[in-house]
Nanobody
Framework: QVQLVESGGGLVQAGGSLRLSCAAS????????MGWFRQAPGKEREFVAA????????YYADSVKGRFTISRDNTKNTVYLQMNSLKPEDTAVYYC???????????????WGQGTQVTVSS
């Protein structure tokens, strides 16, 4: 079992930056691939970014490539999502996710956090 708690969401103007954090507890964090998803009002949850357990591999949705960066610190059991050049369409609840398999973490991970709201004003 893995427990995930997101933080760092908030209100920011378009063009601004935010860094989300996801603290994990439970089983060995470093053996899990980690991901971020988001869900905007009236829309389905969508994949944003993922990182392998070593951090050697990262994956991004086309909509955030070049603007968002996922990273992890296995000594702190934490994964981060640095979001730059934010746009109003980035407004959503952002969820942290975990799964032992990097391929699964991008589609249907086993573990989810409770979400943190990100609002980008125009």
């Amino acid at each position: 079992q893995v427990q995930l708690v997101e933080s760092g969401g908030g209100l920011v103007q378009a063009g601004g930056s935010l860094r989300l954090s996801c603290a994990a507890s439970g089983r060995t964090f470093s053996s899990y691939a980690m991901g971020w998803f988001r869900q905007a009002p009236g829309k389905e949850r969508e994949f944003v970014a993922a990182i392998s357990w070593t951090g050697a591999r990262t994956y991004y949705a086309d909509s955030v490539k070049g603007r968002f960066t996922i990273s992890r610190d296995n000594t702190k059991n934490t994964v981060y999502l640095q979001m730059n050049s934010l746009k109003p369409e980035d407004t959503a609840v952002y969820y942290c996710a975990a799964d032992p398999n990097i391929d699964v973490v991008t589609t249907g991970p086993d573990y989810w956090g409770q979400g943190t709201q990100v609002t980008v004003s125009s």
